[in-house]
């Protein structure tokens, strides 16, 4: 069988960066309540015409480049988003049109809120293994500023739009490069604590239930010990020990829950991959575009074993154990 690795990343974020300051005129909140609470310093936010698929597109082109692979040779894209341009068709058929991926290719969204992109991983990693499928392009995009309500301080305050994708293709030969494992998960009956309640077919279609609405110490909690729990139980899985994983890309949504991750896991935090103080929670796009940054800024060498943990809305929780 194949082996299929990560073969190139890119990513993509708004030029609009609004700072801590710049919130604090629109709700009453302040720098240091928001960087002792989250880690968050400043996000970026998408102008009008840039949509999901149009980051998605840019992360895809950057990752595509990286890889050294064409459009014409990828067959399938996947693009996990719980903002995508429409409710039909999926993002990813329009960034297929975009960026000139063929019609051989299947395309589709996944939706696991900021799980989207570990789950989509291993969608594509199970696909690819198949056979049928030779090159994937796995994009998380997400333009989470249009489902906020920029009245309320608890939430509008975490989010900010971004994309990041990677290639995954035939691991190049002589290379350690390839999949690992992947473990994901649900916790049933906790959809209350993080939700946009309206907007779908359901009948509560109030204006205000377009936006996210969090019970956020409740997520907080669940948060660490999914978080734990899931990277504890893939290590094992595979008989490797903390200490063997050169970086960890967790989900970027809250610097204490990183550091919460860090020590129940007793690993330093220098081995944590962390952008959330520049970019607040970009969901989906969380993990893409911090591993794409910790690719090109060297933080991850050909060889290294990475770690990929995240939660999110569902409340879902999933990690991917990755040789480089
Ligand atoms: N600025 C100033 N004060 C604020 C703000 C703000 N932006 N937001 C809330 N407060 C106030 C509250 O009103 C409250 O005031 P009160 O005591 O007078 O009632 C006080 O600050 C404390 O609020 P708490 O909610 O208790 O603050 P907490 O320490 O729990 O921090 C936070 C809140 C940052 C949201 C935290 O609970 C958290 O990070 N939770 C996890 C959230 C998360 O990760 N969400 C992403 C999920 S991933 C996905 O799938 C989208």
């Given at each position: 069988?194949?082996?299929?690795a990560i073969i190139g990343s890119g990513?993509?974020?708004?030029?609009?960066?609004?700072?801590?300051?710049?919130?604090?005129?629109?709700?009453?909140?302040?720098?240091?309540?928001?960087?002792?609470?989250?880690?968050?310093?400043?996000?970026?936010?998408?102008?009008?015409?840039?949509?999901?698929?149009?980051?998605?597109?840019?992360?895809a082109s950057a990752a595509l480049i990286d890889a050294g692979v064409k459009a014409e040779q990828i067959?399938?894209?996947?693009?996990?988003?719980?903002?995508?341009?429409?409710?039909?068709?999926?993002?990813?058929?329009?960034?297929?049109?975009?960026i000139?991926?063929?019609?051989?290719?299947?395309?589709?969204?996944?939706?696991?809120?900021?799980?989207?992109?570990?789950?989509?991983?291993?969608?594509?990693?199970?696909?690819?293994?198949?056979?049928?499928?030779q090159h994937a392009v796995?994009?998380?995009?997400?333009?989470?500023?249009?489902?906020?309500?920029?009245?309320?301080?608890?939430?509008?305050?975490?989010?900010?739009?971004?994309?990041?994708a990677v290639v995954i293709g035939p691991a190049p030969s002589?290379s350690?490069g390839?999949?690992?494992?992947?473990?994901?998960?649900?916790?049933?009956?906790?959809?209350?604590?993080?939700?946009?309640?309206?907007?779908?077919?359901?009948?509560?279609?109030?204006?205000?239930?377009?936006?996210?609405?969090?019970?956020?110490?409740?997520?907080?909690?669940?948060?660490?010990?999914?978080?734990?729990?899931?990277?504890?139980?893939?290590?094992?899985?595979?008989?490797?020990?903390?200490?063997?994983?050169?970086?960890?890309?967790?989900?970027?949504?809250?610097?204490?829950?990183?550091?919460?991750?860090?020590?129940?896991?007793?690993?330093?935090?220098?081995?944590?991959?962390?952008?959330?103080?520049?970019?607040?929670?970009?969901?989906?796009?969380?993990?893409?575009?911090?591993?794409?940054?910790?690719r090109r800024?060297?933080?991850?060498?050909s060889?290294?074993?990475?770690?990929?943990?995240?939660?999110?809305?569902?409340?879902?929780?999933?990690?991917?154990?990755?040789?480089?």
């Amino acid at each position: 069988m194949t082996a299929h690795a990560i073969i190139g990343s890119g990513s993509f974020t708004p030029t609009r960066v609004v700072t801590n300051e710049d919130m604090s005129r629109i709700v009453d909140t302040s720098d240091e309540w928001i960087v002792t609470r989250t880690g968050i310093r400043e996000r970026r936010l998408a102008s009008e015409t840039e949509s999901t698929s149009y980051m998605a597109a840019a992360a895809a082109s950057a990752a595509l480049i990286d890889a050294g692979v064409k459009a014409e040779q990828i067959d399938l894209l996947i693009i996990a988003t719980f903002t995508p341009d429409l409710p039909m068709p999926a993002t990813a058929c329009l960034v297929q049109t975009m960026i000139g991926i063929p019609s051989k290719a299947a395309c589709f969204d996944i939706n696991a809120a900021c799980t989207g992109f570990v789950y989509a991983l291993d969608t594509a990693w199970a696909m690819l293994a198949s056979g049928r499928y030779q090159h994937a392009v796995v994009i998380g995009a997400e333009k989470i500023s249009s489902l906020i309500n920029w009245n309320d301080r608890t939430t509008c305050v975490l989010f900010g739009d971004g994309a990041g994708a990677v290639v995954i293709g035939p691991a190049p030969s002589g290379s350690t490069g390839r999949f690992i494992g992947s473990k994901l998960g649900a916790i049933p009956g906790t959809s209350a604590v993080l939700m946009v309640p309206g907007g779908g077919s359901s009948p509560v279609q109030t204006d205000a239930a377009r936006f996210i609405t969090m019970k956020g110490k409740e997520v907080f909690k669940l948060a660490v010990r999914a978080m734990d729990d899931v990277a504890r139980d893939i290590l094992a899985a595979h008989g490797i020990a903390a200490d063997d994983v050169a970086c960890i890309i967790p989900h970027q949504a809250n610097r204490r829950i990183i550091d919460a991750i860090a020590q129940y896991l007793e690993v330093p935090i220098e081995r944590f991959f962390i952008n959330v103080d520049r970019y607040g929670n970009t969901s989906a796009a969380s993990i893409p575009i911090a591993l794409d940054e910790a690719r090109r800024a060297g933080r991850i060498k050909s060889g290294d074993l990475v770690l990929l943990v995240a939660f999110g809305a569902g409340l879902t929780y999933g990690a991917t154990l990755v040789r480089f």
